[in-house]
């Protein structure tokens, strides 16, 4: 489903995993080599939160896995605080950012259901409207053009009404079935993925701890067991020695066992947070590139409403500027006259 970063690349988390691998605990000294690399390592690396991290001052700057692209792979590993002081994970934030999104888009597809009614409404009263029988009388060239005007109205409210029944079926429509009901327990299955890996990794660190604890105990038993050896001040054999030196290096190999665990479980935890993240950038495309385009379908048909609108005057421009009051007397005349011989004086 996701897709994998390039084998052929080194993951941090790998190198990283690679570096302490190489560490080798040996029975303790002043000056062992494990000590100055394990000295280093504190230097240079810091855990927070159960994830290891280098330290930004002594570390050289890592290369960004998809160089300025400002992608989600690169800039959510670490956790944050929310306002209430919650810690949040990274991949948290990328969650709630998919899913604040599926919200917009719900609200999205309610505006556009609100501005369906009000066409709908507009085209019932535009088309109750042009039967008013106001004018109706009206004759000549005028009265063509008043009942042309009153045509228009209707011719509108059809406009109008294909325009909402485009809306729902080309804008709202689209806007609530995409991304269906699936899409949040998709994301709550990446969720519950990527929270167990996180787990496995505060589980691993937690044995990490309790190993460095134990060897840091047979160290310390083995230091004290030969000073007092050496000064004569108890009865302790060689044997005696031997055993807290051969348990001091099984605590050694027990830390290093527990060591490689723990960046096992990292890498792991960093490849799927690199596949997941990636994932949901992508869908985050996706889903702005099909707003933007269902957006575009809203202001085409509106231009359509409009030119269809325009269209609809036409008619009533073109009688408007045939109206002409002679001819309207004209026809009036001939309709109503009622004589045309005038009166003359009278004759004696």
């Known amino acids: ?25 040996t029975s303790p000294g002043s000056t062992s080599p494990a000590r100055r690399q394990n000295k280093e390592i504190k230097e ?60 917009m888009q719900k609200e999205m597809a309610e505006f556009i259901r609100e501005r369906i009614k009000i066409e ?19 004759e000549g060239t005028i009265g063509e053009a ?13 406009v109008h009404l294909k325009f909402s ?17 699936n899409f949040k327990k998709d994301m709550k299955k990446c969720d519950h993925h990527i929270a167990d890996l996180r787990k496995q990794l505060v589980s691993r660190y937690a044995a990490v701890e309790k190993a460095r604890k134990a060897l840091a105990d047979r160290q310390k038993d083995l230091e004290v067991k030969t000073q007092q050896l050496e000064i004569k001040l108890s009865n302790k ?39 997941t993240s990636l994932e949901l950038e992508r869908l985050e495309v996706e889903r702005v590139e099909t707003i933007q385009q269902l957006l575009r379908q809203y202001t085409t048909l509106r231009h359509e409403t ?15 500027q045939s109206v002409d009051p002679a001819k309207d007397r004209e026809l009036w005349v001939k309709e109503h006259k009622t004589g045309d011989m005038r009166p003359v004086d009278m004759d004696i």
């Open 120 to 138: 709908e409404e507009y085209a019932k009263n535009l088309s109750k409207l042009s039967m008013f029988p106001m004018a109706a009388q009206e």
């Open 237 to 275: 054999t060689e044997e005696d020695i031997k055993k807290a030196r051969r348990k001091s290096t099984q605590a050694g190999d027990d830390l290093m066992r527990c060591v490689d665990l723990y960046n096992q479980a990292q890498s792991k935890w960093f490849e799927e947070m690199v596949t």
């Open 306 to 320: 409009d030119m269809f609108n325009q269209s609809t005057m036409e008619p009533v421009d073109q009688l408007l």
């Open 146 to 158: 008043w009942a042309q005007l009153k045509k228009s109205l209707a011719d509108e409210a059809e």
């Open 44 to 103: 240079t690396k810091i855990t927070i939160n159960c994830v290891t991290f280098p330290v930004s001052a002594s570390a050289p700057e890592q290369q960004l896995l998809k160089p300025n692209e400002w992608s989600y792979c690169d800039y959510f590993w670490a956790d944050k605080r929310d306002p209430q002081g919650a810690t949040v994970s990274g991949f948290e934030v990328l969650l709630q950012k998919q899913l604040k999104g599926k919200q």
């Open 165 to 181: 029944s485009k809306l729902q079926s080309e804008v709202e429509k689209p806007l609530l079935t995409f991304r269906g009901d």
């Open 1 to 25: 489903m996701f897709c994998r970063t390039s084998p052929g690349s080194t993951s941090p988390a790998r190198r990283q995993n690679k570096e302490i691998k190489e560490t080798k605990i």
